[in-house]
Nanobody, 115 residues
């Protein structure tokens, strides 16, 4: 089992930056991929950014050049640095992890981008 706890959401204005954090615990040695998903009101959950065990990253086209996914030094913390935020980035952001057998989700953290 892997437990994921997100933090860092909030209300920001368009153009501002924010960093989300995800603390992973439990059987983290089994994780081979982690990432961030988001779900906007009335829309399906979608991938935002992922990172493999070997630190290969992938981004949704809508966030390329603005968002950066990274790990902490201890590799049990995941970050999402979000710059040049837009109103369309408003969503609940979920931390996600995948092992060979299962996948796990955090409870989500709300980001609202509004003036």
């Amino acid at each position: 089992q892997v437990q994921l706890v997100e933090s860092g959401g909030g209300l920001v204005q368009p153009g501002e930056s924010l960093r989300l954090s995800c603390a992973a615990s439990g059987s983290i040695f089994n994780i081979n991929r982690m990432g961030w998903y988001r779900q906007a009101p009335g829309k399906e959950r979608e991938p935002v950014a992922t990172i493999t065990r070997g630190d290969i990253t992938d981004y949704a086209d809508s966030v390329k050049g603005r968002f950066t996914i990274s790990r902490g030094n201890t590799r049990n913390t995941l970050y999402l640095q979000m710059n040049s935020l837009k109103p369309e980035d408003t969503a609940v952001y979920y931390c996600w992890s995948k092992t060979w057998l299962d996948e796990f989700w955090g409870q989500g953290t709300l980001l609202t981008v509004s003036s």
